[in-house]
């Protein structure tokens, strides 16, 4: 029962499905299951504990946190999967994780308007254009962004009555986007749960660097699902879900008290400004 044949028997007892797809994904992960199994010469106090560690893994997903998609990113497994689907023509804004705290129907809010929604951290305007590959402006195109707070903790992670730090916009004829939040900062992913314990484990580091998360659909344009990271920060180099790309960085300037900001308004606390344009792709 550890020989090749039990592998080509499991792969043969997909031979009626009538999706070729299905079939071949099948056959291909039992194959290196399989061989991986006997790579490692798995014994089945290893095998019950990784049962264990799926069941618990999947019994720590909710409707606002993906346990599944965190041990996808930390494993690599979901930039892997971003650079298999990465087609774009060259100038186009790459693509990085979609990370476990994507939430769908987020409040839309007017350009230029505040996302924070009372999150604490400094202000920050984010502004830019959304742009196709040959700097022509995109209209129409709807941005969806979400990022973290000063402390480290999505809303979702929060009791909060309403969302902060979480909303979409709808692009003008200019193409422009433009929100107040706050200025992002380096945190830990969730290590509550299984993936925390995998991270202990294995003397793994569990920062991400300081950054915002976008998604831009508009018609016509391939999905664009992208970070934008801080410059300087510490952890570029050891992100924990290996989602940092070198064309993702953008400068966050800082501002004193009283300094007009772009959007025609003069705040009167410190605050920060990032610009950065998002290039779509073609359908």
């Known amino acids: 029962m550890t020989s090749d044949g039990l592998t080509e028997a499991v792969v043969a007892s997909f031979d009626g499905c009538g999706d070729e797809r299905l079939k071949a994904v099948m056959g291909a992960l039992v194959r290196h299951l399989h061989a991986f199994a006997r790579e490692v010469e798995l014994t089945e106090t290893e095998y019950f504990a990784a049962i264990d ?3 618990r893994t999947g019994q720590g997903c909710t409707d606002t946190r993906q346990e599944f998609v965190l041990l996808a990113d930390v494993l690599g497994l979901s930039m892997l999967t ?3 689907a990465e087609r774009k023509p060259v100038g186009a804004t790459e693509s990085t994780v979609l990370g476990p705290f994507f939430v769908e129907g987020s409040p839309e809010i007017a350009p230029g ?3 924070a929604n009372g999150a604490p951290g400094q202000p920050c305007l984010v502004i830019g254009q959304v742009l196709d590959t040959e700097g022509q ?3 129409g195109a709807v941005v969806e962004t979400w990022q973290a707070d000063e402390d480290g903790y999505y809303d979702v992670q929060k009791e909060t009555a309403e969302p902060q730090n979480r909303g979409h916009l709808t692009t003008g004829a200019d193409g422009g986007y433009s929100f107040w939040s706050v200025k992002p900062v380096a945190y830990p992913i969730p290590t509550d749960g299984p993936v925390g314990e995998l991270l202990r484990a294995t003397g793994r580091a569990s920062m991400r660097p300081a950054h915002i998360h976008f998604m831009v659909t508009a018609p016509g344009y391939a999905r664009l699902t ?3 990271f801080a ?3 510490e952890h570029l180099d050891n992100d924990a879900v290996f989602g940092v790309k070198p064309s993702l960085i953008a400068d966050f300037v800082n501002h004193p008290p009283g300094t007009p900001a772009p959007d025609g308004t003069t705040p009167t606390r410190s605050y920060s400004t990032v610009h950065y344009n998002l290039i ?4």
């Open 226 to 228: 992208t970070h934008v």
């Open 137 to 139: 402006p995109v209209a």
């Open 280 to 283: 779509l792709a073609p359908a």
């Open 53 to 55: 560690f799926l069941t």
């Open 82 to 84: 971003v650079g298999l």
């Open 113 to 115: 308007g505040d996302l």
């Open 231 to 233: 410059a300087g920060d």
